[in-house]
């Protein structure tokens, strides 16, 4: 059974910083094949994929991030880390990690395996 733990969120202010940590178990296949990433979804509109990597190590970033966030990945620990800066208000969401085995940048799961962790920017 996959589990996804999630870390990092909170409340700040605009222009401050956070990291967001994750660390996924429980997969079904080679861990060193999945594509890792972070999912957002503020109240009242669609989910979005805001940054992920690639099982063979390509990053992608929503272009409202990009400058702002950066994503790492440990794959021996199956952790992923999403550094980011300058938050401003339109950041403020449930943040979702998630891996997708053998899959392309960027992805939306079908389902999510843990509980996301609420990052909330005020102005």
């Known amino acids: 059974q996959e589990q996804v733990a999630e870390f990092g969120g909170g409340l700040v202010q605009a222009g401050e910083s956070l990291t967001l940590s994750c660390t996924i178990s429980?997969?079904?296949?080679?861990?060193?094949?999945?594509?890792m990433g972070w999912i957002r979804q503020a109240p009242g509109k669609e989910r979005e994929a805001i940054s992920c990597?690639?099982?063979?190590?390509?990053?992608w970033y929503l272009n409202s991030v990009k400058g702002r966030f950066t994503l790492s990945r440990d794959k021996a620990r199956n952790t992923l880390t999403l550094q980011m800066n300058n938050l401003q208000p339109e950041d403020t969401a449930m943040y979702y990690c998630?891996?997708?085995?053998?899959?392309?940048?960027?992805?939306?799961?079908?389902?999510?395996w843990g509980r996301g962790t609420q990052v909330t920017v005020s102005s």
């Open positions: 990597v690639t099982w063979i190590g390509d990053t």
């Open positions: 998630a891996a997708l085995y053998f899959s392309s940048c960027p992805f939306l799961p079908n389902e999510y």
């Open positions: 429980g997969l079904r296949q080679a861990s060193d094949r999945y594509s």
